[in-house]
């Protein structure tokens, strides 16, 4: 007879798997967005918008959820939400004083903690 609870574990542990790769996905679809707009900064800067609200979004989403992950350690946890913090306060600069700088931070977040989230594959 098979244990329910190893049951539940086992899909606990997918869930958790399928739930960083989406984030991973997300931050790298995120990051590709705002680069594409560096990349080409004097033709595409006032296309910055729509990437932006999208990164601020998502960092919204994974702000609530390190919120509510109380299986995370304390500075872990912290340490993400000063992350999110950083970003929605670059974004609000970023609408009224655009520039390329703070914009490669973003993307530069998003990287990395991607990275993180795939175990520095």
Known sequence: MTNPYDQNSQASAAGSESARRNERTALLA???????????W?????????PLERNQML???LSTEVTENTSLPDELRQNLLNLALFVFQTSLKLVTQPNPKDVMALVNINLSLAE?????Q
């Open 59 to 61: 960092w919204a989403v």
């Open 116 to 120: 993180g989230l795939s175990g520095g």
């Open 30 to 40: 995120t990051a590709r967005d705002l680069r594409l707009v560096v990349d080409d």
């Open 42 to 50: 004097d033709n595409m800067k006032e296309q910055l918008d729509a």
